[in-house]
């Protein structure tokens, strides 16, 4: 656990990491590289950004729970499918061949190293008009920003 702190500024950018939301009869996942860990109201939290036009953002909304899994290199192909893919277009986890087990009140994956299950506490729509420009013209031309989810961590599960 140590060690996953220690890389925890830059796990996300490096490594990838799958965001879920949902039960087992209807869930929908997909891979991250903005989040962080931290603290919030004393309690520890991870931050999630999700984008309204993604399929995965209305399972987080309607649930009170999402996972923030993490795996091996070995994997990473599988975050790159998941990650371009809609499941509203096709079941991309069957696909990549993951299987989604039951996490709590949410989902993760048999095949995943360390899974956070969070409950959500804050959610909050990102403001264009305080952002720089740049970041404007890069990230939010032709979609609307982020959403900030943020979720005390309840449970970690290796």
Same mark, same amino acid.
């Given at each position: 656990?140590?060690?996953?702190?220690?890389?925890s500024?830059?796990?996300?950018?490096?490594?990838?990491?799958?965001?879920t939301?949902?039960?087992?009869?209807?869930?929908?996942?997909?891979?991250?590289?903005?989040?962080?860990?931290g603290? =919030?109201?004393?309690?520890?939290?991870?931050?999630?950004? /999700?984008?309204?036009?993604?399929?995965?953002?209305?399972?987080?909304?309607?649930?009170?729970? $999402?996972? /923030?899994?993490? $795996?091996?290199?070995?994997?990473?192909?599988? =975050?790159?499918?998941?990650?371009?893919k809609?499941?509203?277009?096709?079941?991309?986890?069957?696909?990549?061949?993951?299987?989604? /087990?039951?996490?709590?009140?949410?989902?993760?994956?048999?095949?995943?190293?360390?899974? =956070? =299950?969070c409950?959500?506490?804050?959610?909050?729509?990102?403001?264009?008009?305080?952002?720089?420009?740049?970041e404007?013209?890069?990230?939010?031309?032709?979609?609307?920003?982020?959403?900030? $989810?943020i979720?005390?961590? /309840?449970?970690?599960?290796?």
């Amino acid at each position: 656990m140590k060690e996953f702190i220690d890389r925890s500024f830059s796990v996300f950018a490096r490594e990838w990491a799958l965001v879920t939301a949902g039960n087992m009869d209807s869930y929908n996942t997909m891979t991250i590289a903005w989040g962080g860990l931290g603290t =919030l109201w004393s309690k520890p939290v991870a931050t999630v950004y /999700v984008k309204p036009c993604r399929y995965t953002h209305q399972f987080i909304e309607n649930s009170d729970y $999402f996972t /923030v899994s993490f $795996f091996d290199e070995e994997y990473k192909k599988a =975050l790159g499918v998941l990650g371009s893919k809609s499941g509203r277009d096709g079941d991309k986890v069957a696909e990549v061949g993951f299987e989604a /087990v039951p996490c709590g009140e949410s989902i993760t994956f048999k095949q995943a190293k360390l899974t =956070l =299950l969070c409950k959500k506490i804050y959610r909050h729509d990102m403001d264009t008009s305080v952002m720089p420009q740049k970041e404007i013209d890069t990230y939010y031309i032709d979609e609307a920003p982020h959403t900030i $989810f943020i979720g005390e961590i /309840v449970d970690v599960i290796e």
